[in-house]
């Protein structure tokens, strides 16, 4: 099964999201630079993100994107359908039936058994996706993997985090 290349940068994106502090944003710009996209390929898929509720857009000249649930409520499974479509990968287009030899419809009463294996298949696969959640691959980035790179994803975060805008902060 192929994932389109949109998933990986959608998933990426959020996890770099759930690192910024609550409220905070991130502008789709710095997200690009993070992982070497073109900021017009990468603001398609969190356009779809938010459309999906996954994230929130915060217009104005601070804005940005942030989550708009907790780590913990999200789901491989939704990112990809976010960014892919809810549509199954495998799609039957009953070939059986376009042999030399026309057989009658009624001859193929029964579904076809390898578009009922393949969407046996995709149940699965999107069950274990839901099962994934972002907090926990953030949770195992954390523990497993390089500091150098923890610290240099942590700190990119920080310094390109648009604080949350509170009451008294725009009276001032």
Do not use: W
Not at 54 to 75: D, F, H, Q
Not at 107 to 115: L, M, R
Not at 129 to 156: N, Y
């Amino acid at each position: 099964m192929k994932l389109s290349e949109g998933v990986e940068a959608a998933i990426h994106s959020t996890a770099m999201l759930a690192a910024i502090e609550h409220g905070a944003t991130m502008p789709a710009s710095a997200l690009a630079e993070a992982f070497g996209l073109s900021p017009s390929y990468l603001l398609k898929h969190l356009q779809a993100l938010t459309a999906a509720r996954i994230l929130e857009s915060v217009p104005g000249p601070t804005g940005g994107y942030r989550l708009a649930r907790v780590p913990e409520k999200i789901s491989l499974l939704d990112i990809v359908l976010a960014v892919d479509g809810a549509r199954p990968a495998f799609r039957c287009g009953e070939i059986r039936r376009n042999g030399p030899a026309k057989i009658d419809a009624s001859a193929y009463v029964q579904p076809c058994g390898i578009n009922a294996a393949m969407l046996r298949a995709e149940r699965a696969y999107r069950t274990a996706l839901a099962a994934e959640k972002l907090s926990d691959i953030i949770a195992e980035f954390m523990a497993d993997a390089d500091p150098r790179v923890v610290q240099t994803a942590c700190a990119f975060a920080v310094n390109h985090a648009r604080p949350q805008k509170t009451a008294q902060n725009r009276n001032q």
